[in-house]
């Protein structure tokens, strides 16, 4: 089974099987990916038709995967993924998706060395973080821990050439197109411009995780 929507319709491009119980949806970019992926949520949570036999939807960079329990109909849920692809847009799912802000102090040790990548001054770089709302992608690495996208393209950065064995929770980093908060200390390799108080997990709260795919991140100093 591989499906390929009719051109112009939706998000979708094309659906792959992924063994007997999932199905890789692939899209054209990330913002398509947040998009379906917010769509198939809502599917899932109704628990009608084929939507109840759905047990996970992940989301990554280009795709999203629809994972189902053995037995489920498999091309029954494919048509139904290309329905809900077909019915969806990248500006509603914009519109509608939740925000969260969060304050930040920018005392990075890498922000100079952000700045001197970049060609803007340590009091641009903190601008341009600031200026422009950013998306949750995908989570990562640790329970929390969510690749944003959708900032200002002057902050494009490498990776550190030699990475930190261990990176301070609440270290907000920047690592090529992303931006991201360390969820608890751990070693890593992105460039720290600045730090929050902001719990990102928390076993007490429902979910969680602070972030979900989709949801809008805006960033504001704190200057206290």
């Not at 189902?68 to 091309?75: E, I, K, M």
């Amino acid at each position: 089974m591989v499906v390929t929507p009719a051109q112009g319709r939706g998000v979708v491009t094309r659906l792959l099987p992924m063994g007997d119980t999932a199905i890789l949806v692939e899209t054209n970019d990330i913002d398509a990916v947040l998009a379906l992926s917010a769509a198939l949520d809502q599917q899932m949570l109704s628990r009608r038709g084929v939507w109840a036999d759905v047990e996970d939807i992940v989301p990554a960079a280009r795709s999203v995967l629809v994972v189902a329990r053995a037995g489920a109909d498999l091309p029954a849920l494919a048509r139904a993924i290309e329905q809900a692809g077909a019915n969806t847009t990248v500006a509603e799912a914009v519109a509608n998706a939740s925000q969260v802000e969060i304050a930040v102090r920018y005392d990075g040790p890498d922000l100079e060395v952000v700045a001197r990548h970049t060609g803007l001054s340590p009091r641009e770089v903190v601008e341009a973080h600031t200026g422009m709302p950013w998306r949750v992608a995908f989570g990562g690495f640790a329970p929390g821990f969510a690749y944003l996208v959708g900032g200002d393209t002057r902050l494009i950065v490498p990776r550190r050439s030699s990475p930190r064995t261990a990176v301070p929770a609440g270290s907000v980093a920047l690592a090529g197109e992303f931006s991201g908060i360390y969820p608890r200390e751990s070693p890593g390799g992105w460039q720290l411009i600045g730090t929050t108080d902001v719990l990102l997990w928390d076993t007490d709260r429902t979910p969680p995780a602070l972030f979900a795919p989709g949801m809008v991140v805006t960033f504001v100093e704190d200057r206290t």
